[in-house]
């Protein structure tokens, strides 16, 4: 019994943090760089070392690996 509540636990907690992902991966980013706004997927969001709004990423423009800020939705 107590292993179904473990698994009930892991997928509530799993559903959680990819509806947490998806919101983020809908704003976009600007790169401190070159001033450019990107995307990325939700998938990436987990996976992303971040602090606070800025998010350590890959500029897909010039390719500088850097913190990113996340945008305010407009
Ligand atoms: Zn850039």
Not at 34 to 41: A, D, G, N, P, Q
């Amino acid at each position: 019994m107590e292993c179904l509540y473990t698994a009930l636990i892991l997928i509530v907690a799993a559903a959680i943090i990819m509806i947490l992902a998806k919101h983020i991966a809908s704003h976009t980013f600007k790169c401190k760089h070159c001033s450019k706004e990107f995307s990325i997927t939700w998938s990436k969001v987990v996976v992303t070392e971040h602090s606070g709004n800025e998010y350590m990423l890959l500029c897909p423009y010039c390719k500088t690996k850097d913190w990113c800020i996340e945008q305010p939705k407009k």
